[in-house]
């Protein structure tokens, strides 16, 4: 069950579905020296009203448990529907959205190679830190995201949507 920082953040706006993948493919080769063949990285990215949550997961295929690096930052979204803006203001969002983005995964680039070279990982309490006089909120823990996900598909939003995270 993946839970925004945000209590506010209840459904994410959809980004475009080969973007995660184009990020998880340049984790996964620019890391080739230092992951097995066995294991890979995936990205996943999650735009809210308020907030916005990039998370990485690195996986080995023979093991359950996934290190999962979450990066969240504050974000304001002008609007969701696109018919209330002009194009330029459009284009304005989606480029603070992709710096935003870039920014994050600059962070868990940061986060991956300190866990594949030094084994270490950050709090797996939402913990503030300043980066490149940025403010981030980051996060570590070992779910399986791909398990979540499918369990997810099956519960259904009706059961999502009553659920919190002290309850989970």
């Not at 973007?19 to 890391?31: G, H, M, P, R, Y």
């Not at 290190?67 to 018919?83: G, N, P, R, T, W």
């Not at 503030?128 to 980051?138: A, E, G």
């Not at 996060?139 to 995270?165: C, P, Q, V, Y």
Request: with cysteine.
């Amino acid at each position: 069950m993946f839970f925004p920082r945000n209590a506010e953040s209840k459904k994410p706006i959809p980004l475009p579905k080969d973007f995660n993948k184009e990020i998880s493919d340049l984790f996964n080769s620019e890391f080739k020296s230092n992951i097995k063949s066995n294991q890979s990285i995936n990205v996943k990215n999650f735009l809210y009203k308020n907030e916005l949550i990039c998370m990485l997961y690195f996986k080995t295929t023979d093991q359950l448990k996934q290190q999962v690096f979450e990066v969240s930052m504050d974000y304001e979204a002008l609007v969701i529907k696109e018919s209330d803006l002009e194009q330029s203001e459009l284009a304005d969002q989606a480029k603070e959205i992709q710096n935003l983005i870039n920014f994050a995964v600059d962070y868990l680039s940061v986060c991956l190679d300190s866990f594949l070279t030094e084994g270490k990982t950050p709090s797996s309490e939402w913990t503030k830190i300043d980066f490149q006089k940025q403010v981030l909120f980051v996060r570590h823990h070992t779910s399986n995201l791909d398990l979540e996900e499918k369990a997810d598909e099956i519960l259904g939003d009706e059961f999502l949507d009553g659920l919190s995270e002290e309850e989970s």
